[in-house]
């Protein structure tokens, strides 16, 4: 594709449930990040992929969220037994050179 | 931690003005400051940045000003068009994050009248 997609776009989870967010980066891009936007607000960092390697996960907020891009491309982002606190946008991004990150549309996650 | 942030929430504009959105920022490691673009339930679109080596890089309508003295980035659209109206958020990236980390702002929401 042309650019970074996400999937699903929206997901509703009640409490407790675990999901899953999908990222597709653009093909060839070796830098992959995930971002945590709550409303209003700007993006928040929350981890970073060189390849298959996670090298930054500094920003994830608790041993809730969980990363993972096996074979360098696709990168799965997971939150278990999600939390009200957790409903933001989701935004994946990828690059060839840090200062210029191609971001996906973003997956809206609310938790009820 | 360090952080950028904005001045001014929301700009109203009429088509045609010329707009000027503000950014503070207070890290002064950082290396690259970047000017997104976010529409409603779209992701942030690559508008234009600087290094922290210059002070105003021009682009196709907009023109980035960086004043390292005051710690002060500006993102002026030329006649700007309905089309500009958006989320506007400054972004910073440096060498002590690595270069791989994206610090946002809060952003500011430009409206744009016909």
């Known amino acids: 594709g042309a650019g970074v997609s996400q999937s699903p776009r929206y997901k509703v989870a009640k409490r407790g449930q675990d999901v899953a967010l999908r990222c597709d980066p653009i093909s060839g891009h070796v830098s992959l990040f995930w971002y945590q936007q709550a409303l209003g607000q700007g993006p928040e960092f929350l981890t970073y992929f060189q390849n298959e390697a996670q090298l930054d996960k500094s920003g994830l907020p608790s041993d809730r969220f969980f990363a993972e891009r096996p074979e360098g491309s696709v990168s799965t982002l997971k939150i278990q037994r999600t939390q009200q606190e957790d409903s933001a946008v989701y935004l994946c991004a990828s690059s060839l050179s840090p200062d210029t990150q191609y971001f996906g549309p973003g997956t809206r996650l609310t938790v009820l | 931690g360090e952080s950028v942030g904005l001045h001014l929430p929301t700009l109203s504009v009429q088509e045609g003005d010329n707009s000027i959105i503000n950014c503070a920022y207070s890290?002064?490691?950082?290396?690259?400051f970047i000017w997104y673009k976010q529409e409603s339930g779209k992701g942030p679109q690559f508008i234009i940045d600087i290094r922290s080596n210059m002070d105003k890089r021009q682009g196709q309508r907009v023109t980035v000003l960086l004043n390292k003295t005051v710690k002060h980035l500006s993102l002026q659209i030329a006649a700007t068009q309905p089309g500009d109206s958006a989320v506007y958020f400054c972004a910073e990236i440096g060498l002590d994050t690595g270069f791989q980390k994206l610090v946002f702002g809060t952003g500011t929401r430009l409206l744009v009248s016909p």
């Open positions: 890290n002064s490691a950082s290396d690259y």
